[in-house]
């Protein structure tokens, strides 16, 4: 059974970092398409970053500048960097996993960000 173990959620506040872990077996974290959805309450789950198996980078707009999604080979860990987190930025943070047909996602994180 593959797992995604999410992990680096919490509270903080606005201005603020925070780093989220995902980790993976190796098979899926060195061949997959690897990312970062979202969900904030009453909205639909939302694409934040993306990498490649070959390390190639993608975030959205909204995220661009502030987030950065990375990988730790030596872990088998996929990291989400949250810099000058904003109160928009509250959610629950879903690692995810693609390839071909596969899709799997983990439990989720929530990051809430208030003052």
């Known amino acids: 059974q593959v797992q995604l173990t999410e992990s680096g959620g919490g509270l903080v506040q606005p201005g603020e970092s925070l780093r989220l872990s995902c980790t993976a077996s190796?098979?899926?974290?060195?061949?997959?398409?690897m990312g970062w959805y979202r969900q904030a309450p009453g909205k639909q789950r939302e694409y934040v970053a993306s990498i490649s198996a070959g390390r190639k980078t993608n975030s959205a707009d909204s995220v661009k500048g502030r987030f950065t999604i990375s990988k730790d080979f030596t872990k088998n860990t996929l990291y989400l960097q949250m810099n000058n987190v904003k109160p928009e930025d509250t959610a629950v943070y879903y690692c995810?996993?693609?390839?071909?047909?596969?899709?799997?996602w983990g439990q989720g994180t929530q990051v809430t960000v208030s003052s």
């Open positions: 995810n996993a693609e390839l071909d047909l596969e899709s799997y």
């Open positions: 190796e098979r899926i974290f060195r061949t997959f398409f």
